[in-house]
């Protein structure tokens, strides 16, 4: 099967320029500034005049199908992954959760099952520990072997996931030998949890509380602890979800001393403030996230740092509960909202018409931050990320001058609100391939249930 993009633009995060994509069956086979000649070889020829040829989004931290405070994320891996390709990702790596008491392996099985034959595009796991002994450390080892090279950690959630300082340096070390990576959520659970209680004492129990729980230092105080075990264990870090400016602080100041401190950031954390949890009527609870949204002056500070690559990737942290039924288990107590938002749809969008139409980022940092980085920093690259030869024809048609009413009518992600609702976004993926098989093509779903693969991904060389 050969499959034609012609009289595009093609973006990567270091070029720009017209020119022609040939896929053969599932990889790219041949770029030019033009292929006319052999249009007759093509079975099939996508007219990409007046548009980006982009390399397909890579959202590097989804929660589909994940239970969470009583209840499951509303996505599985169908629902998850058809949405995200309609808004121009093509890949995710999402998290299996050890809990206490179990292997490992018996996680990362339990997340292949919810995801084979469901997924529609590639998928990787990251690893949730939470429970670490000297089992636990022997099985890093296998499984950044098969292909989980990446751990997520917990300083929060005490008594759920939380782990203690001993532990996470404990598995910083073995990520020295492994050559893994972890990736760590920087909130002082235990300060967070008393200012929890004294709030719920108080009979404060809006789901404004949620974020006046969380102080921004909380995450800094973490996001630094981070950093320094880290340090004292002389391998890299890559921070997730950050959402505080004072954070950001810490991330820069190792950054300039030469330490290999990655983060990422969300666009909930860029287009959404405190402000919201102050809407009416339990509105508020659409917001309920961990880290929480911040003052609308930090949203400056984290394009800086995207701009300046203190920041280097930008992922959703998709976990979406429906107001009905899942956020609603919280009317009464805003610590029992389940934590988490939608976004998997509409990173890519937001981005482009927030960042590079905005003047904040460049077209290429857009790509950088959306697909390369990622790729990169979780042994992806070059199978994904770029527009090259012989990498995956994951590859995203997006139309700069389409503009789209955001809206959870609209939107495919199998949610009851957008916390974006009514908010008119230009620039849209207009046509999907996945392996070089088109998958969204004229606002419709087209490819198949399942065809989606397990990402075995690299380890740190
Ligand atoms: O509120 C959030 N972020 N929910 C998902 C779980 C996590 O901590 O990433
Ligand atoms: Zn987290
Ligand atoms: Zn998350």
């Known amino acids: 099967m050969r499959t034609l993009i012609t009289h595009g633009t093609i973006v990567t995060a270091s070029d720009l320029y017209k020119g022609d994509v040939l896929i053969e069956d599932e990889k790219i086979a041949v770029i030019g500034t033009t292929l006319d000649d052999i249009v007759s070889m093509a079975d099939k020829v996508i007219d990409a005049s ?19 405070g009583g209840t499951t994320s509303a996505d599985d891996f169908e629902s998850g992954t058809r949405a995200a390709a309609f808004g121009g990702t093509t890949s995710v790596v999402d998290f299996a959760i050890q809990y206490r008491g179990q292997t490992l392996h018996h996680a990362w099985e339990t997340w292949m099952k919810k995801a084979e034959g469901k997924a529609v595009i590639d998928y990787g796991f990251h690893m949730i520990m939470t429970d670490l002994n000297d089992h636990t450390e022997g099985e890093m080892d296998a499984l950044v072997r098969q292909g989980v090279t990446s751990f997520k950690l917990f300083m929060a959630y005490p008594g759920v996931f939380m782990l203690d300082d001993g532990s996470i340096f404990k598995a910083l070390l073995r990520t020295g030998a492994n050559g893994g990576t972890i990736c760590m959520h920087a909130e002082n659970g235990g300060v967070i949890d008393v200012l929890v209680q ?11 509380y949620h974020a006046l729980t969380r102080p921004a230092r909380a995450e800094a105080e973490a996001t630094h602890r981070a950093i320094a075990l880290a340090e004292i264990a002389d391998v890299p870090i890559y921070i997730v979800h950050l959402s505080a400016a004072e954070a950001l602080e810490m991330v820069t100041e190792a950054r300039d001393r030469g330490l290999p401190a990655f983060a990422e950031t ?3 954390y860029l287009f959404l403030s405190y402000d919201n949890y102050e809407e ?26 995207l701009a300046f690559n203190d920041l280097q990737c930008i992922s959703t942290d998709h976990c979406p509960f429906c107001m009905k039924e899942q956020k609603e288990i919280g009317r009464n107590d805003f610590s029992k909202i389940p934590n988490g938002a939608p976004g998997i749809e509409t990173r890519m969008s937001l981005v482009y018409d927030g960042g590079v139409r ?4 460049t077209l290429n940092r857009f790509v950088e931050l959306t697909s390369t980085s990622p790729a990169k920093i979780f042994g992806l690259f070059p199978r994904k990320g770029t ?7 994951d590859i995203v048609v997006f139309d700069p001058h389409r503009t789209i009413t955001l809206s959870a009518e609209t939107l495919h992600m199998k949610v009851d609100y957008s916390p974006y609702e009514g908010r008119r976004v230009t620039g849209a993926a207009d046509t999907v391939l996945s392996h070089g098989r088109v998958v969204i093509e004229d606002g419709q779903f087209v490819g198949r249930v399942g065809a989606g693969s397990f990402l075995k991904r690299s380890p740190r060389s």
């Open 50 to 68: 007046g548009k980006y040829v982009l390399p397909g989004g890579i959202d590097v931290h989804t929660h589909l199908d994940m239970p969470f």
């Open 198 to 208: 004294r709030a719920l004492a108080e009979g404060k129990t809006a789901p404004k």
């Open 266 to 268: 969300c666009p909930q």
């Open 280 to 305: 009416p009527d339990f509105g508020g609870a659409k917001y309920v996230m961990s880290p929480p949204l911040r003052e609308k002056r930090t949203q400056d500070q984290l394009w800086r740092g």
């Open 358 to 361: 905005a003047g904040r980022i």
């Open 387 to 393: 527009i090259a030869p012989g990498s995956d024809a």
